[in-house]
């Protein structure tokens, strides 16, 4: 069975950091590109970060200079590190995993930034 946990949500004032850890488990993590998406209300799923098999990483311009994310294969997990965050970050924040045969998504962890 495949699972994808994410931690690490939560509400944070402008300005303040955060970082989103996810679990991945039930796959061949070393062969999937990671990745974390959002969804705020009313608005379409979007990307914020893609981790490649290989290490390489794309982010969206709003993610560029702020965010980080890292990958483990050891340990199957992926965090995204999250600097500066503005209230425009408040969303469901979901991880994924992708390759040639499948794709899988967390459950997704809230962010809540506000004063």
């Known amino acids: 069975q495949v699972q994808l946990v994410e931690s690490g949500g939560g509400l944070v004032q402008p300005g303040g950091s955060l970082r989103l850890s996810c679990a991945a488990s039930g796959i061949a993590f070393r062969l999937y590109d990671m990745g974390w998406y959002r969804q705020a209300p009313g608005n379409q799923r979007e990307l914020v970060v893609v981790?490649?098999?290989?290490?390489?990483?794309n982010y969206a311009d709003s993610a560029k200079g702020r965010f980080t994310i890292a990958r483990d294969n050891a340990k199957n997990t992926v965090s995204l590190q999250m600097n500066s965050l503005k209230p425009e970050d408040t969303a469901v924040y979901y991880c994924?995993?992708?390759?040639?045969?499948?794709?899988?998504w967390g459950q997704g962890t809230q962010v809540t930034v506000s004063s």
């Open positions: 981790i490649t098999r290989g290490g390489s990483t």
């Open positions: 994924n995993a992708v390759n040639w045969r499948a794709t899988y």
